[in-house]
Structures are given as structure tokens and as C-alpha cells.
């Protein structure tokens, strides 16, 4: 260990011991904000010491990252008796968490700012040089990990060890945009800037050394400023809503670089600050937009520590930028948003019909639907499967097929759906999906629409799907007419398997994400396709979508891997997880890899509940028995569209851990 990192975790050690004289106050309204947020994160710490959300059994790593973080910020001590329970503290959660170890290059870091911000040495704690693993995911490029978001991270971890990082932020000065933002992947990828990855450039940057008016800081801090919302939030990009996660990283780096953020204020006149406020419950806790309540903990931690005026990476004795100004009365409260009035369309003939939808909800359609909005992609592809299409009014982002689907209104995100967009237009039916949130869902019945929401999770449960949306549109028979021609290209499939013996049946990974990767484990669409291609899931005793370590993935050893084309990248990112697998040093003894197995099928077929999952299932017999379906051809199955399904709701399931959401 260097004398740099030395000095640097006993200065750490010996601030630990005095967290409330170094913490700046605030403004009243900020400084309340902050107290009571405190108290509503403190009823949710487990036995295990670590924190987990409202309505789950176990701790989240995610989550107990962000309160430590937010405590340290607020001037409390993660290791003191308070925020002991059962005799452990968040560090022990860390320390004895399965969960702890990821590999994934983002969560490498986050082990490293966990354990300074507690005043411990993180290339000792546990037993783990945790530090050292972080240096290993950097390129000879000076990068960390592959993107612009694991190399920020890499920056917040090297900083609070006390070593240096001008390779990264060299890396990072290169993927700046002509607007003087950042976006997730780099500029290798054809993808916009956004406002959370130029708030973390901008914390990372400053984390560094680098100076305020440094032209690169200057420039990404006007980004922000003309990127605020009317009500002073922030959004994640694209067509998001404002939300408490991306304005939390705005109002960080604007304490950063020593500007008051509620100074930083709308053309209404409102300030990151002002928003941030408006999200607050009664009970302490945060919301994630206006609308949406989404991972209730985390989301406080984020804004205890943006109130308190800290930036990443957080250390011990961290004194925040003290914030003057702020309050909640000049934002637009969601009560304001209100369903236009009724516009008659005339429509002939119609049969009230009542649909029990995915969750046992009824709801009963007097009239044709006429303006139809779909809140996912695997509905889009549904609505215009059974003729509907020409009554779809709007879709989000990731609503990419058909063609005729593209050129239609946008009302945002899979899991940010924008209220007020959805409300002007006025549908007379939303089709929604389990992943845009019960809030949202429940807020849109509230105002009075119709809505319908699907959760398939099967093959059966997306036949059903299209039968229920047939019957809810009046395509009926069209609906049918698909479900027949859907079931006899599956009994197709088996009937050429007949006969294949288990022994004779391939093991099989489905991975969508890399660093850390992600798997469809059992009960998810991909499982249950590999099986109806005739293949083995080899990571069946992985629940869900979950993520599996290097080392986990060396002893499976499947025979046959299959990854999703494009991660969300855009144009020109079509085999990026494929060739991560094919060339990463680690993976080569891999029997896939070794034997050229490893594939890249198109995202939307195999990640979508709609009329292409057969599709999807017969891709993946031609990749399991290419002796009887051919071999496979990429060529053969639709190009893959920027940006699919399952990303967001990844991003959901790993509880934000990195900020993409």
C-alpha cells in the first residue's frame, strides 16, 4: 500500500470520530427534509444489519450501498449502535452478503466507497484486496470496465483509496459530446448524452483533481443547467420522465463544482431542490417521480445524501456543500394532472365486453377503443398483430416493431412512463405491463382510464395475452387466427424433436448484460423456450433474471451460449455482448467458446412476450439441433432494434445499483 493511500485512510480513521462537526447545514427546509428521511430509512434496517425496501424479506446490496453513503453524508456513523442491529452494521452486511462479491466492475467500486466511507481499509477488509480486483477491470485504454458508467465508477472507487485515476478521466475527457454532456456507453455507440451520466462525469471529474473551470467541467455543467425540467427534476434521457435518481446526480454535481443547486432554477422557476422536496412523503420517504413510488429506501438515501451536498465518492467526515434554498410549494403537485374532458368518437356498433386482465382486475369496455396506448413493446407487437394497429395512438420508446409502430408518439420509458404525456392524448384504452410500476398504473385508473395490464410469463400466458387483447379491442378473430397459426409452428418444433434423449440435449445460457452478467434463470421466457427447443438451461438453479459470477459460469461450462444483440446501444453494437464472451481472457476455456458457439440473436424475439416468441423459440432449435433446423442464420430473424424490452426491467431488478433507469 502506498504512503498516499496511508495517509489517506488514517485522515479518514480519524474524522470517522467526528461526522457531526463536519457536516454542513443546510437550508431549514433541506436540513428537515434530511431528518426525516434519516428516520424513515432507520425503520427499515434488517438483523443482518443491512436495509431492505418495504414489502421484501431479505436486504438489498443496492440498497444498504445508498444508505451507507447517505449516512455518512448526513453526518452519522454506519458502524455506531444506531444503525447496529443484532449485533451487525451495514459493513457486516457487506462483508457476509452473497451478494457482496459481484464482479461486475460498477458494484468492484461500490465495495471500495462502502468500505472507506466507513473509515476501513478496503484492501483488507474481509479478507478481500478489493482494490486490487478493481484494477484488474481496467483497459489498456484507461477505461473501467467497457462503458462510460463502469468507468465513473472505477473513479469514485480509485479516488477513495487513495489512488489515482488520470487514465480514466483521460478516457473519460474523449467520450464527451459536442453538447458537452455524457451518455452511458461512450462515443463509440450511437447514442445520445444524458443528464445522469454528465452528473456523474462531472462528480468524477471533480473526484479526480480536476478543477472547477476546467473547460470539460464547464461545459458538462451548461449541459445540466439546459437540461432541467420545467419543475426542476431531471430525466434519464430520451423521452423519461423527471425523476428523483437522475435530478439526486444533478444536484450532487452542481455541489461539486461549488454552485448552490437551488440556484440553478427552470424557465417556471423551479430548482433541482424545489423538486427534490416535492417527492417527499409524509412518512420521510421519497418517491421516484410525481407519480411513482419505486424502491422507497434507496431512493431516500439518494436524496439525504444529494440534500446534504455531498458528491461521490463519500468519506468519512465529508462536509457538503451547503445548500440555502429549496422548497416544495412552487412544483406542480400530481393533483393538478387531470383527465381531459371526453371527446366522443363515433364508432359502430359495439358489445360492452369486461376482461379480467394479468392481476384478476375487471374492467369492462362500454365502446370500441379507438385511441389505444401501449405502455410496452410486447403489446405494441400484440395490438398490431390482431389488427389494432391503425387505433394506437402512442407507445414508449422501446416500441420499435413494426415500422408503423416508430413513427407514432412517444409517452416515454418501459419503467418511466410520462403521465402528462399519456393524459393529453386522452386514450379510451391504455394496455400496461407489470414493469411500469403498480403507481403509475393505479394513478392512470385513478383519473379514470380504462387500463388493461398484462404480465405474461409464459408461452401460455402469452397466447392468453393475445386472445385477452382481442377481445378487448374487437379483433377476435384475427387474435385467434394467430394463436392457431402460433401453436401449430411450437407443435411443429416438437414434433421434429421427438425422440431427442436427454443425454442428446445441449446446455444452454441466455445472457442479456455483461458487467456484472445477467441470466434468464428458471421461470423466466427464455427458459421455457430453451426447453421447447430442445436444449437444457444450465443456470435452471438461478431464479429469474439474475447475475452470475465469472467463476459460476467457468463451472457450468454450457456447451451452447446465446446473447441478446444490441444491449440498448444503438446501430453499430450488435454482437457488443457476444464478443465481450468471445474475447474476454477469463472466459476461453469455456466449451462454447472454445467450439464457436457462442450467439448473438436478436433481442426482440426472445426478449418480447408477443406474436414473435415463436420466432425466438425457433432461432434457438436451429442454435440446440442445427442437424434438424439448419443451421443458424442471424440473417434470417429481424435486425435488432436500439434499445429492447428487458433492459429496463433489469435495471429494476438489480435496485439501481447503476444508474441507467
Not at 465495495?111 to 476501513?120: L, Q, Y
Not at 416468441?613 to 439448419?630: C, K, N, Q, R, T
Amino acid at each position: 500500500m502506498n504512503t498516499k493511500t496511508l495517509l489517506k485512510i488514517f485522515s479518514a480513521l480519524l474524522l470517522l470520530s467526528l461526522f457531526t462537526a463536519a457536516v454542513s447545514a443546510g437550508s431549514p427546509a433541506v436540513e428537515e427534509a434530511i431528518d426525516n428521511g434519516l428516520d424513515f430509512i432507520a425503520k427499515y434496517q434488517n438483523t443482518d444489519g443491512g436495509f431492505l425496501e418495504p414489502n421484501m424479506k431479505t436486504s438489498a446490496i443496492g440498497s444498504t450501498w445508498f444508505v451507507s453513503q447517505a449516512l455518512v453524508a448526513a453526518g452519522e456513523d454506519p458502524l455506531s449502535a444506531k444503525w447496529t442491529k443484532n449485533g451487525k452494521n451495514p459493513l457486516d452486511y457487506l462483508a457476509e452478503s452473497p451478494d457482496g462479491k459481484s464482479d461486475g466492475t460498477g458494484e468492484t467500486a461500490k465495495w471500495v466507497t462502502f468500505v472507506t466511507a466507513c473509515g476501513k481499509d478496503p484492501y483488507t477488509y474481509a479478507d478481500y484486496d478489493v482494490v486490487a480486483a478493481l484494477k484488474e477491470k481496467i483497459g489498456s485504454d484507461g477505461r473501467g470496465g467497457s462503458y462510460v458508467y463502469t468507468t465513473y465508477w472505477v473513479v469514485f472507487g480509485l479516488v477513495a483509496a487513495g489512488e489515482d485515476a488520470d487514465e480514466q478521466i483521460a478516457w473519460l475527457r474523449k467520450q464527451q459530446h459536442a453538447d458537452g454532456g455524457f451518455g452511458s456507453y461512450g462515443k463509440e455507440y450511437d447514442e445520445p448524452a444524458d443528464p445522469d451520466n454528465t452528473a456523474a462525469a462531472i462528480m468524477a471529474m471533480r473526484a479526480a483533481g480536476v478543477p472547477a473551470d476546467d473547460p470539460a467541467v464547464k461545459k458538462a455543467v451548461q449541459y445540466l443547467k439546459d437540461t432541467i425540467e420545467e419543475n426542476g427534476g431531471y430525466n434519464y434521457g430520451y423521452y423519461s420522465a423527471p425523476n428523483l435518481a437522475s435530478t439526486a446526480w444533478a444536484v450532487q454535481a452542481f455541489c461539486s463544482v461549488g454552485i448552490d443547486p437551488s440556484t440553478v432554477k427552470s424557465s417556471a422557476g423551479n430548482s433541482p431542490v424545489d423538486y427534490l422536496l416535492s417527492l417527499q412523503k409524509e412518512d420521510g420517504s421519497f418517491k421516484y417521480t410525481e407519480t411513482l413510488t419505486d424502491t422507497p429506501v434507496s431512493m431516500t438515501a439518494r436524496a439525504v445524501a444529494a440534500l446534504s451536498g455531498c458528491s461521490y465518492p463519500i468519506l468519512p467526515g465529508a462536509s457538503g456543500f451547503e445548500i440555502e434554498g429549496g422548497t416544495a410549494s412552487t412544483v406542480k403537485p400530481e393533483t393538478q394532472i387531470e383527465k381531459p374532458d371526453e371527446q366522443k368518437t363515433p364508432s359502430e356498433e359495439w358489445t360492452p365486453v369486461t376482461i379480467v386482465d394479468d392481476f384478476g382486475y375487471e374492467i369492462t369496455i362500454s365502446s370500441k377503443p379507438q385511441r389505444i396506448v401501449s405502455l410496452a413493446p410486447a403489446n405494441t407487437e400484440i395490438l398490431f398483430a390482431v389488427g389494432a394497429g391503425d387505433r394506437v395512438v402512442a407507445v414508449t420508446e422501446y416500441c420499435t416493431f413494426p415500422e408503423e409502430a416508430t413513427k407514432l408518439p412517444v409517452i416515454g420509458g418501459y419503467s418511466t412512463v410520462n403521465i402528462e404525456r399519456v393524459v393529453a392524448l386522452n386514450p379510451d384504452l391504455i394496455l400496461a405491463y407489470h414493469g411500469n410500476g403498480e403507481d403509475n398504473v393505479n394513478y392512470l385508473k385513478h383519473l379514470g382510464f380504462d387500463v388493461i395490464t398484462l404480465n405474461a410469463d409464459s408461452v401460455d400466458g402469452t397466447l392468453h395475452d393475445i386472445r385477452l387483447v382481442g377481445e378487448a379491442t374487437g379483433c377476435v378473430e384475427t387474435a385467434e387466427s394467430l394463436i392457431a397459426d402460433m401453436e401449430m409452428r411450437l407443435a411443429a418444433v416438437a414434433e421434429k424433436l421427438e425422440g431427442i434423449s436427454e443425454e442428446n440435449k445441449p446446455t444452454m445460457v441466455h445472457s442479456m448484460w455483461t458487467d456484472p452478467l445477467w441470466v434468464s434463470g428458471s421461470g423466466t421466457f427464455q427458459d421455457e423456450m430453451i426447453r421447447y427447443a430442445g436444449g437444457i438451461n444450465a443456470v435452471s438453479s438461478t431464479e429469474g433474471w439474475g447475475i452470475v459470477t465469472l467463476e459460476k459460469f467457468l463451472l457450468i461450462d454450457p456447451d451452447i451460449i446465446f446473447v441478446d444483440t444490441g444491449m440498448g446501444m444503438g446501430e453499430g453494437a450488435e454482437n457488443t455482448l457476444r464478443d465481450y464472451i468471445m474475447t474476454e481472457p477469463r472466459l476461453k476455456t469455456l466449451t462454447a467458446v472454445k467450439n464457436g458457439k457462442v450467439y448473438a440473436v436478436n433481442a426482440d424475439i426472445i426478449d418480447r412476450g408477443g406474436p414473435r416468441l415463436v420466432d425466438g423459440v425457433e432461432a434457438i432449435a436451429s442454435l440446440a439441433h442445427p442437424e434438424i433446423f439448419g443451421e443458424y442464420d442471424a440473417d434470417n430473424t429481424t435486425a435488432s432494434s436500439p434499445g429492447f424490452s428487458i433492459i429496463p426491467f433489469i435495471f429494476a431488478l438489480a435496485v439501481l445499483l447503476i444508474r441507467r433507469t
